[in-house]
C-alpha cells in the first residue's frame, strides 16, 4: 500500500510557527459543523417518539439544535501557577449568549441585598433586568442546594451562571461537577467597588471586611451602570478555569454558528490562552483540538517538539551520573560476585579435605576396633584353660 500524504495540520508560511494557521482553523470549523449538522439531520429522522404537545424538534434552542463546541487545549507542562488556575474570561466577537429568552442567575458574596437593589434601581437596563431571574447569596446557596437533586434543579432553571470574583473560587466545591463538566461554568463578575488613590488600585484589609457594618457593605457594590457594563461584558465572555494538568477545553461556539463565526472565536481564545493564562505561552502548548459534545476531535494545530526550552535538549546527551551509579553497582556488583564464587571454590576444596581426613580417621577407627576384637577373643579362648586346672586335695 502507498503512503498517505494526508496533512493534520498545516504550519503558517511565513513569520514563527507559534501561530494559528487561521485556514487551518477555518477548514477544521467547517468540515465539524458539517458532521454535526448531518448527525442531527439522523437523529431527527429516526427519532419516532413526540411529546404530549407535540414534536418541539424544530427548536432552535434546543439541545439538538443547539450543541456545544469546545476548544481542547494541551500543554506541554502542567499548570501549577496559582493566580492562573482562578477562574477567567476571555472576551468573545461573537456572542455565546444570544437567545432573548436567556435566564440569568447571578451568585454574589454576602449580603445578596445589596446586588438586588442595584438591579431594581432606575438606572439598571430594564432589558438587562429582565433576563436576571435569580440573585442568590452565598450562604444561601450552600444551605439551600445541598444535596445532589437540588443542584441539579438549578443547573436546569437557568442558561448562565454569573458568579462574584470574590467567591469564584469557593464556587467549585460548592457547585460541583454538575457545573464544572458543561457548559454552565459560572463566568466570574466584578460588583464590587473599586477603591482607587492617585489612579491606582487600593487593596481593602479583609478583616476591616468582616467587621464592616451591613450598611457598609451595601455601599461596597459599584454603581448601577457599572454593575450592568460588567454583565454584559460577560455575556460576551468564554468562561476559562485552567485545572492543575495538561489539558483544558473552553467553549467556542455551537452547532448554529457559522464556520466563519467559529474560527473567529477560536482565533481570540487561543490569543487569549496565550497570553494571560498558559505559562510560556506558544512554548507550552502541545496541541489544539476542536470537538463537538459527542464527536471526536479534530486538530488545529499540533508542536513538532515535545519541549518548551531549546536550553533544555543536548545534541550530545553525556554519561549521566545515573548512568555512571548504575555502572559503578553492576560493578562492585560483579566484584562481589567473583568473591562469592572464590568463596564457594575455597569453601568447597576445604570440605573435600575435610570430608577425606574424617574418612581416614573413621578407618583408622575400624581397624583399631577390629585389631581389639581380635586380641579380645584371643584372651577369652586362653582363659578356661588356666581356669580349669584345680588343686587336688591332699589325702594325706
Same mark, same amino acid.
Given at each position: ?5 494526508? #496533512? ?362 577390629? #585389631? ?25
Amino acid at each position: 500500500m502507498g503512503s498517505s500524504t494526508t #496533512q493534520l495540520t498545516s504550519k503558517v508560511a511565513s513569520g514563527s510557527p507559534y501561530q494559528l494557521d487561521k485556514p487551518q482553523a477555518l477548514k477544521a470549523s467547517s468540515a465539524l459543523l458539517k458532521h454535526i449538522k448531518s448527525s442531527q439531520d439522523e437523529k431527527e429522522k429516526s427519532a419516532t417518539k413526540k411529546t404530549l404537545i407535540g414534536d418541539d424538534s424544530d427548536d432552535e434552542d434546543s439541545a439538538i439544535k443547539n450543541e456545544a463546541i469546545w476548544l481542547v487545549l494541551t500543554t506541554k507542562q502542567h499548570v501549577v501557577d496559582k493566580n492562573r488556575l482562578k477562574p477567567g474570561k476571555i472576551a468573545l466577537p461573537h456572542s455565546l449568549n444570544t437567545s432573548p429568552s436567556l435566564s440569568i442567575c447571578v451568585i454574589t458574596a454576602d449580603p445578596q441585598r445589596g446586588v438586588k437593589d442595584i438591579i431594581a434601581d432606575s438606572s439598571f437596563p430594564q432589558t438587562l433586568s429582565g433576563r436576571i431571574e435569580k440573585v442568590i447569596g452565598f450562604s444561601k446557596l450552600k444551605a439551600r442546594y445541598q444535596s445532589f437533586e437540588s443542584r441539579r434543579q438549578l443547573f436546569s432553571e437557568h442558561d448562565v451562571f454569573l458568579a462574584d470574583d470574590r467567591i469564584a473560587m469557593r464556587l467549585v466545591q460548592t457547585l460541583g461537577k454538575i457545573f464544572y463538566k458543561s457548559s454552565k461554568r459560572p463566568i466570574p463578575i466584578r460588583i464590587a467597588e473599586i477603591e482607587k488613590v492617585d489612579g491606582k488600585r487600593v487593596k481593602k484589609d479583609p478583616k476591616k471586611n468582616n467587621n464592616a457594618k451591613e450598611e457598609d457593605k451595601k455601599a461596597s457594590f459599584a454603581a448601577p451602570l457599572i454593575v450592568a457594563k460588567e454583565i454584559e461584558r460577560a455575556l460576551n465572555c468564554a468562561p476559562v478555569q485552567l485545572a492543575a494538568s495538561t489539558t483544558a477545553s473552553v467553549r467556542v461556539g455551537s452547532s448554529k454558528f457559522t464556520p466563519e463565526q467559529l474560527s473567529d472565536n477560536i482565533a481570540a481564545v487561543v490569543n487569549g490562552l496565550t497570553e494571560k493564562f498558559v505559562v510560556k505561552g506558544w512554548r507550552n502548548i502541545k496541541a489544539l483540538h476542536i470537538k463537538g459534545a459527542n464527536t471526536m476531535a479534530l486538530p488545529i494545530w499540533l508542536a513538532s517538539e515535545l519541549w518548551v526550552e531549546d536550553s533544555n535538549v543536548l545534541e550530545a546527551a553525556p554519561e549521566t551520573e545515573a548512568i555512571k551509579d548504575s555502572k559503578k553497582r553492576k560493578s562492585t556488583g560483579d566484584g562481589k560476585l567473583l568473591e562469592e564464587n572464590k568463596t564457594k571454590k575455597t569453601k568447597s576444596a576445604d570440605d573435600v579435605e575435610e570430608a577425606a581426613s574424617v574418612a581416614a580417621r573413621k578407618e583408622k577407627l575400624q581397624k583399631l576396633k577390629a #585389631q581389639a576384637l581380635e586380641d579380645g577373643d584371643t584372651s577369652k579362648a586362653a582363659a578356661p584353660k588356666t581356669a580349669g586346672k584345680k588343686k587336688r586335695k591332699s589325702t594325706s
